[in-house]
């Protein structure tokens, strides 16, 4: 079997959902959360594309966030501006943060394969990851980025499954982790709020998780 960890993650959620949208193929329209969401990933990939000579400025961050902008899936011009509004201050707070600033990014937005065997059956669990740091004393981070407001505890975040998944999937990418029993930072940075929480995988880590 081959499945998406947001397909797990929306059987986790609603069986029924997941009957929907993964065994019957029924399409729905992406919600317009879904729709700002992405929009706010995609301007922060370009923000920290690797292979850019040097970083964006504010203005030019924002400029592509308006050029992404899809005024169209909102109800009404009030709703619109408060989401745009939203985006702008997501955006300028985040930049304030972490610039000027030099991080080692190893890859963006790149997507995975985290092999399972149950007995004679072989799963695969595929997704994508948001960003990928190298950090100075050599440790992976792992970093998705989230537009949603709430903020789990330091409890969720250790036991959180799309983090243990991730793990999977670099584990698979770079096995040299597993070998040298090396840790992986794991994050969930929270844009809303400007938080990032963060919890580490190791090898029995990727036990567990199976």
């Not at 440790?139 to 407001?149: A, L």
């Not at 709430?150 to 250790?158: G, L």
Request: glycine fraction near 4%; include cysteine; charge should be neutral.
């Amino acid at each position: 079997m081959r499945v998406s960890y947001s397909a797990l993650e929306e059987f986790q959620t609603c069986p029924l959902k997941f009957k929907f949208s993964q065994i019957d193929r029924i399409k729905v329209p992406k919600t317009k959360e879904t729709v700002f969401g992405t929009i706010i990933h995609n301007v922060l990939k370009m923000l920290h594309e690797p292979s850019r000579l040097a970083f964006p400025g504010e203005e030019e961050v924002l400029q592509y966030f308006s050029q992404k902008w899809d005024p169209t899936i909102y109800e009404d011009e009030q709703e619109e501006a408060r989401f745009f509004s939203q985006g702008v201050r997501i955006l300028k707070n985040y930049y304030a943060e972490n610039y000027p600033a030099k991080f080692n990014i190893l890859d963006l937005e790149t997507f995975f394969e985290a092999p399972l065997l149950n007995g004679q059956d072989n799963h695969l669990i595929t997704g994508k990851i948001d960003r990928i740091d190298k950090l100075n004393d050599g440790t992976f981070e792992v970093i998705d980025y989230k537009t949603t407001k709430k903020m789990p505890s330091q409890k969720e975040v250790d036991k959180n499954l799309q983090l243990a998944i991730y793990y999977l999937g670099l584990a698979n990418r770079w096995p040299s982790l597993v070998r040298e029993n090396r840790p992986v930072k794991l994050s969930l940075y929270y844009l809303k709020h400007g938080e990032k929480l963060s919890t580490f995988g190791k090898t029995d880590y990727l036990n567990e998780t199976k």
